[in-house]
């Protein structure tokens, strides 16, 4: 179905493999549009309500496939972009795992920031070289970094383009953890499985209060949880609660107790 991307689909997530090795899994525009396309499509499948967003070979994401814009152009940004995968990601309701497997630079590195969760292999590495190539970032980054790691960090990154290995992206809170190279698709499907255990329809709950309540200043994120405390809580009746009293989690970890 796809040419530049695989999707594998398991109980409740799936992994989306970006899949063009040979050039660094660099975002043509075919990958592009297939991206968005599959990304949307899983957002559409119930049964679907956790992404693993990885990389084939030895790389997660070079960035955009300069070779191409050479020949036809940059891509459209900004509202013309109806086939950009940040957008996809984005709009996808439930979490969104990064399992970054080797370089995300540039595109791939707002790829990255775009998901909700980031697990680095220990050979993962990032970089923002938009101002080495000539490039303005279009897909957030601007943005994202520096509400991520703080100003400064985000300015040294990308006005000089370095790369920052795994274990220093964990320091300064760019990813979640670091883990061996040959456990890090297990770690993803670990977690995508603990997110999983969760009430039903929560994990989308939260993640969306979450992402809106970050748009706002303080005291009108805490009346939008309020709000929606007082719009979800109620739907938790009795019966729910008792239904998740016990019982062995999926990934064998006994079940906290709620009351």
Not at 22 to 40: D, G, P, V, Y
Not at 43 to 59: C, H, K, M, P, Y
Not at 222 to 237: I, V
Request: glycine letters at 10%; aromatic letters at 4%.
């Amino acid at each position: 179905m796809y040419s530049t991307i695989s999707v594998d689909r398991r109980d409740g997530f799936a992994i989306v493999s970006l899949n063009r090795p040979a050039a660094l899994n660099a975002l043509s525009r075919a990958m592009q549009r297939e991206l968005n396309a599959a990304i949307t499509e899983l957002d559409e499948d119930a049964s679907t309500r956790v992404l693993i967003l990885t990389g084939a070979g030895r790389a997660f994401c070079a960035g955009l496939d300069l070779k191409e814009i050479a020949e036809i152009g940059m891509p459209p940004f900004g509202e013309k972009a109806s086939e950009d995968p940040v957008r996809a990601i984005n709009r996808f309701k439930g979490p969104v795992i990064a399992a970054v497997n080797g370089a995300a630079v540039t595109g791939g590195f707002e790829l990255a920031l775009a998901c909700d969760v980031i697990l680095a292999s220990r050979s993962a590495r990032f970089a923002d070289t938009h101002g080495r190539v000539g490039v303005m970032p279009g897909w957030g980054l601007s943005q994202r970094l520096s509400r991520t790691i703080g100003d400064y960090r985000a300015r040294e990154l990308s006005l000089t383009g370095r790369f920052v290995s795994a274990e220093e992206a964990e320091r300064w809170g760019l990813v979640n953890r670091v883990v061996p190279d040959e456990s890090l698709l297990a770690e993803a499907e670990a977690m995508a499985t603990l997110m999983l255990s969760t009430s039903p329809g929560m994990i989308e709950r939260l993640k969306s209060l979450m992402c809106d309540g970050g748009k706002l200043a303080l005291g009108d994120a805490l009346a939008l949880e309020g709000e929606r405390a007082q719009r979800f809580n109620p739907d938790l009746a009795a019966a729910d609660v008792s239904n998740h009293r016990e019982g062995p989690r999926p990934n064998g970890q006994a079940e906290i107790k709620l009351l």
